[in-house]
């Protein structure tokens, strides 16, 4: 089939779908501990996994790391659906399988800020954005050292640490 690849050893013209229904009946069995059926859930949401890892495309990193953290989302998401939500399972799929990509993303990120350098970078780029309204020109690193208490080298470390940063934690539409 024109269009599909292989990722981690899996080609994804072979992937197949499950339907609802099935899905359901899958997910009961998981929940009574059945382990086929929990390899077939598994097996019958790899294209939603593929669907998701697409939307991190193009930031440099390993599709196949990127598939396999996709997959561990996906049997967290398995084994932790509850039926009795009525919701539909890719409703509560994809945001945990996100969720684990992001949390692979920032923890193996080579560069770490620290909590207090992105919080004090997020009040600099605030004021800087106001400040840029206001008067149509960028505001001095000793004003915003003022604004902020702080030191102006803490602001050019802040502003340095975290511009590298911040494309990570952009929004993925």
């Known amino acids: 089939m024109q269009g599909k690849v292989e990722i981690s050893g899996v080609s994804t013209s072979s992937l197949k779908v499950l339907k609802n229904a099935e899905m359901t009946q899958l997910l009961r069995q998981v929940k009574r501990g059945d382990q086929q059926a929990r ?3 598994i097996e019958g949401n790899l294209r939603l996994v593929l669907s998701v890892i697409q939307r991190f495309a193009g930031r440099g990193e390993n599709m196949d790391d990127l598939f396999q953290v996709g997959c ?5 998401a398995i084994d932790h659906f509850d039926l009795s939500h009525q919701v539909r399972f890719s409703t509560y799929a994809v945001p945990m399988i996100m969720g684990e990509i992001r949390r692979y993303l920032r923890d193996n990120s080579v560069i770490r800020v620290s909590r207090h350098l992105k919080d004090l970078a997020y009040q600099i780029f605030r004021l800087k954005e106001a400040y ?8 001095s690193i000793a004003w915003l050292a003022e604004q902020c208490g702080v030191k102006e080298k803490d602001v050019a470390d802040a502003l340095d640490a975290c511009q590298s940063v911040l494309s990570i934690f952009e929004p993925i539409y």
């Open 39 to 41: 390899q077939k859930m």
């Open 72 to 76: 561990i989302g996906l049997v967290k």
């Open 132 to 139: 840029v309204h206001e008067h149509q020109e960028e505001p």
